[in-house]
């Protein structure tokens, strides 16, 4: 803390400044606590919703990551004109690791075993998924969980009489093939990224998984990869982490408020 002396005619007082440098520490202890309260709160997130989706035919569990960008920022009258702050995202990325299989007696549920995502069409373009909890429209078209059509040879195929799916990804209508189920993967360099209703988008380009590859156990469904008790130890993580921020954030604000309030105090 800095003091500077102040004379009127004989007399003379102590008046108590603000030190700078201490004020910025406790500004910039501040920022740093409320980012990493908001990388938890986001984590939390995270998490809750594989927990939610604990119980979901093929599901991949979200694994968060955390990154740091620049971002503008407007300038300070110390600074003047405008700059560039590090702040933190937080982003996730679906797990790549297989379920148990679930028996449903459906004949045309499907599960994939090893290397492979079914390709689904929507209105936002192709993507991927491991459910393969399918079902049939009124005209027959086989539909993925989110309502979607599940491709075969690259487009929507429709089942007439009984559907049925044999190993190497044959749709059969009756005795009659009418297709193969169209499986992919991310090419080398290519990430999946969740869009919601178990489906993901593929940032880069996707390949065909060689038909010799194919592994596909029909009357079963992948169950989802989340393992619900280290989902709920990572949450008590994030919660504590969570509240160390918090505690670390009312400290340098307490100080702040502490040096601000002795600003200007006069002492004869």
Same mark, same amino acid.
């Given at each position: 803390?800095?003091?500077?002396?102040?004379?009127?005619?004989?007399?003379?007082?102590?008046?108590?400044?603000?030190?700078?440098?201490? #004020?910025?520490?406790?500004?910039?202890?501040?920022?740093?606590?409320?980012?990493?309260?908001?990388?938890?709160?986001?984590?939390?997130?995270?998490?809750?919703?594989?927990?939610?989706?604990?119980?979901?035919?093929?599901?991949?569990?979200?694994?968060?990551? /955390?990154?740091?960008?620049?971002?503008?920022?407007?300038?300070?009258?110390?600074?003047?004109?405008?700059?560039?702050?590090?702040?933190?995202?937080?982003?996730?990325?679906?797990?790549?690791?297989?379920?148990?299989?679930?028996?449903?007696? +459906?004949?045309?549920?499907?599960?994939?075993?090893?290397?492979?995502?079914?390709?689904?069409?929507?209105?936002?373009?192709?993507?991927?998924?491991?459910?393969?909890?399918?079902?049939?429209?009124?005209?027959?078209?086989?539909?993925?969980?989110?309502?979607?059509?599940?491709?075969?040879?690259?487009?929507?195929?429709?089942?007439?009489?009984?559907?049925?799916?044999?190993?190497?990804?044959?749709?059969?209508?009756?005795?009659?093939?009418?297709?193969?189920?169209?499986?992919?993967?991310?090419?080398?360099?290519? #990430?999946?990224?969740?869009?919601?209703?178990?489906?993901?988008?593929?940032?880069?380009?996707?390949?065909?998984?060689?038909? #010799?590859?194919? +592994?596909?156990?029909?009357?079963?469904?992948?169950?989802?990869?989340?393992?619900?008790?280290? #989902?709920?130890?990572?949450?008590?993580?994030?919660?504590?982490?969570?509240?160390?921020?918090?505690?670390?954030?009312?400290?340098?604000?307490?100080?702040?408020?502490?040096? /601000?309030?002795? /600003?200007? /105090?006069?002492?004869?």
């Amino acid at each position: 803390m800095a003091w500077s002396l102040i004379t009127w005619g004989d007399e003379y007082c102590v008046v108590e400044q603000r030190d700078s440098v201490r #004020e910025k520490q406790m500004i910039k202890a501040l920022q740093s606590g409320g980012r990493a309260m908001q990388v938890q709160a986001q984590r939390h997130e995270i998490i809750a919703n594989n927990l939610a989706n604990a119980n979901t035919p093929g599901f991949k569990k979200l694994i968060g990551r /955390v990154n740091s960008q620049l971002a503008s920022t407007a300038g300070t009258a110390e600074t003047g004109g405008s700059g560039l702050t590090p702040q933190l995202i937080v982003d996730s990325v679906p797990s790549t690791r297989g379920g148990a299989l679930q028996a449903t007696g +459906n004949a045309l549920d499907a599960a994939i075993v090893g290397d492979g995502y079914f390709l689904i069409e929507t209105p936002d373009g192709e993507m991927l998924s491991r459910d393969g909890n399918f079902t049939l429209n009124a005209q027959g078209e086989l539909l993925h969980s989110s309502g979607y059509p599940v491709l075969a040879d690259g487009g929507a195929i429709a089942i007439q009489q009984q559907g049925s799916i044999l190993p190497d990804g044959t749709i059969l209508d009756g005795d009659l093939v009418v297709g193969r189920l169209s499986l992919v993967r991310p090419a080398a360099g290519g #990430e999946l990224r969740s869009e919601g209703n178990n489906l993901s988008s593929i940032a880069g380009e996707i390949e065909e998984v060689p038909a #010799e590859e194919i +592994n596909i156990v029909s009357g079963h469904v992948e169950g989802s990869n989340v393992d619900a008790i280290e #989902e709920m130890v990572r949450m008590i993580q994030a919660f504590r982490a969570y509240e160390i921020a918090q505690k670390v954030t009312q400290a340098a604000d307490d100080t702040l408020k502490t040096a /601000v309030e002795r /600003v200007g /105090v006069v002492r004869a």
